[in-house]
Nanobody, 120 residues
Framework: QVRLVESGGGLVQAGGSLRLSCAAS????????MAWYRQAPGKQRELVAA???????NYADSVKGRFTISRVNAERTVYLQMNSLKPEDTAVYYC??????????????WGQGTQVTVSS
């Protein structure tokens, strides 16, 4: 069974840093684009950062210059380094990946989410 598992969330003071990880597991033929989304209470889920299979990235304007997305294909893992965190970054962060399970077609998968809380 293909899964995305996030880790690395937690509570941090404003100005601090956190690093999120998302590992893909299961029988996977290929991994295309991967991304991080977040959803704050009462708000819609929004794209934070995305990275293609060859490393091209894009970021939400609100996190440019503070967050960095990266991936290690051999480890099937995508990371989100978050620096200079602000209280408005508080949300549940979700990993998303466009994966091709063995013997199947391309489909989108979501992780279970990890809570990030930034105190002022």
């Amino acid at each position: 069974q293909v899964r995305l598992v996030e880790s690395g969330g937690g509570l941090v003071q404003a100005g601090g840093s956190l690093r999120l990880s998302c590992a893909a597991s299961g029988s996977i033929s290929s991994i295309n684009a991967m991304a991080w989304y977040r959803q704050a209470p009462g708000k819609q889920r929004e794209l934070v950062a995305a990275i293609t299979s060859y490393g091209r990235t894009n970021y939400a304007d609100s996190v440019k210059g503070r967050f960095t997305i990266s991936r290690v294909n051999a480890e099937r893992t995508v990371y989100l380094q978050m620096n200079s965190l602000k209280p408005e970054d508080t949300a549940v962060y979700y990993c998303n990946g466009d994966l091709t399970p063995a013997g199947l077609g391309l489909r989108s998968y979501w992780g279970q989410g990890t809570q990030v809380t930034v105190s002022s």
